[in-house]
């Protein structure tokens, strides 16, 4: 069944969230935007990166390609988005895939599991969960590791969930490299001075989405948001600046960045679905293969990004490769406060809401402080 045709006003961005999210039949996927494959509609332009922002050793050393050699899109009517294909290097996504799952998730890190169990318990996510998933499936249901139960984690100010604020009191450092990498995406998309003081890291599942909403909780937003994806594709839908303009549906791929910026920093978006591989990975034994003697890599070794000797070991990547079988990490990062700001003396309460109700829409972001992405399990 082909996308339904909906009509601005009739709440065309709810409509296509469950078409895409709809399991039996299964959405046809026809008018889904692929960036990996270039221009593909005259909706889809070419974008211009500032590509002496970054020099190549800077690049590098990030695990990303020569800014000259990015593949950067926009699209009509959404001034200020900008997608970058698979910026990364060969063998470096494994790299940062291992920080997601491995070194972000631990404390002083914020992550859904807090919430219901005690520091102890989600002490190390990845030591806990790291022999059960590199063991091969044994047939029988196993109880799922604290990985496979992670749907979020938070760095640097850390997201309240339950009042959409950040706070002066709640923050923690923010990951030196992490920075680093958004800085120079940042300065690439025309943002040289952008400060990366907050990271929201979703953890999707097969059969998790994660409801239509906009980022408007950061205190200066004439800052980007940046957004990072690893492992299985996803079907994103970017919308306008209220809750009813019909979406664009395209595809995320492993290794694909985007930009939202200027107009479009405040447009609604969502992830219906997450797909599954075959067909062909996006990522894996592609661009998310170790790259093991990788010629594309050269610079310090294989796979290996800045301050890393030899890229991402067997054992660990035995346990992120399984894990990236059936899941999707997102890394969003955003500056929270602008030069000199400071957060007001008083915390505010809700934001004001959009239009309430319904599935996939209503709430800023329909995801809870146990439940982080949905999931139709959960
Ligand atoms: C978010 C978000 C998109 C994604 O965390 O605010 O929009 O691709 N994430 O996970
Ligand atoms: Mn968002």
């Given at each position: 069944m082909a996308a339904p045709m909906v009509e601005r006003g009739e709440d065309a961005f709810r409509t296509l969230f469950k078409?895409?999210?709809?399991?039996?039949?299964?959405?046809?996927?026809?008018?889904?935007?692929?960036?990996?494959?270039?221009?593909?509609?005259?909706?889809?332009?070419?974008?211009?990166?500032?590509?002496?922002a970054v020099s190549d050793g800077e690049a590098s050393r990030a695990g990303l390609r020569p800014v000259r050699d990015w593949r950067a899109f926009g699209l009509q009517g959404c001034p200020g988005f900008i997608f970058i294909a698979n910026?990364?290097?060969?063998?470096?996504?494994?790299?940062?895939?291992?920080?997601?799952?491995?070194?972000?998730?631990?404390?002083?890190?914020?992550?859904?599991?807090?919430?219901?169990?005690?520091?102890?318990?989600?002490?190390?996510?990845?030591?806990?969960?790291?022999?059960?998933?590199?063991?091969?499936?044994?047939?029988?249901?196993?109880?799922?590791?604290?990985?496979?139960?992670?749907?979020?984690?938070?760095?640097?100010?850390?997201?309240?969930?339950?009042?959409?604020?950040?706070?002066?009191?709640?923050?923690?450092?923010?990951?030196?490299?992490?920075?680093?990498?958004?800085?120079?995406?940042?300065?690439?998309?025309?943002?040289?001075?952008?400060?990366?003081?907050?990271?929201?890291?979703?953890?999707?599942?097969?059969?998790?989405?994660?409801?239509?909403?906009?980022?408007?909780?950061?205190?200066?937003?004439?800052?980007?948001?940046?957004?990072?994806?690893?492992?299985?594709?996803?079907?994103?839908?970017?919308?306008?600046?209220?809750?009813?303009?019909?979406?664009?549906?395209?595809?995320?791929?492993?290794?694909?960045?985007m930009v939202m910026s200027g107009q479009s920093r405040l447009l609604y978006h969502a992830v219906p679905r997450i797909l599954q591989d075959p067909p062909p990975p996006c990522g894996l034994g592609t661009s998310l293969s170790r790259g093991q003697g990788s010629p594309e890599r050269g610079v310090s070794g294989e796979g290996g990004v800045d301050g890393e000797e030899g890229g991402v070991g067997g054992e660990d990547w035995a346990v992120c490769s399984r894990y990236i079988q059936s899941s999707r990490v997102n890394m969003t990062v955003r500056q929270v406060l602008g030069p000199g700001q400071s957060f007001p003396g008083v915390p505010k309460g809700s934001a004001p809401d959009a239009e309430g109700g319904g599935e996939g829409g209503g709430q800023k972001r329909r995801r809870s402080s146990s439940g982080g992405t949905e999931s139709s399990d959960t």
């Open positions: 078409f895409y999210r709809r399991k039996h039949p299964p959405p046809d996927l026809s008018n889904v935007l692929d960036f990996s494959k270039g221009i593909v509609c005259d909706k889809v332009l070419s974008t211009n990166l500032e590509v002496s910026p990364f290097l060969r063998g470096s996504q494994p790299h940062w895939l291992r920080r997601c799952l491995k070194t972000y998730t631990q404390k002083p890190n914020v992550c859904n599991l807090d919430m219901h169990m005690s520091p102890n318990e989600t002490d190390d996510i990845w030591g806990k969960s790291a022999d059960t998933l590199r063991r091969a499936p044994c047939g029988k249901k196993e109880p799922k590791t604290l990985l496979e139960k992670l749907r979020w984690v938070t760095l640097g100010y850390h997201y309240n969930w339950n009042t959409k604020t950040y706070s002066a009191e709640h923050h923690t450092p923010f990951p030196a490299d992490l920075q680093r990498l958004s800085g120079l995406v940042a300065a690439a998309a025309g943002f040289p001075s952008f400060n990366a003081e907050a990271g929201i890291l979703n953890y999707y599942r097969s059969d998790s989405s994660l409801g239509i909403h906009v980022d408007e909780s950061e205190l200066d937003l004439s800052r980007p948001l940046l957004s990072f994806c690893f492992g299985q594709s996803a079907i994103f839908l970017l919308g306008g600046p209220r809750r009813e303009d019909p979406p664009t549906a395209m595809y995320m791929h492993s290794g694909d960045v």
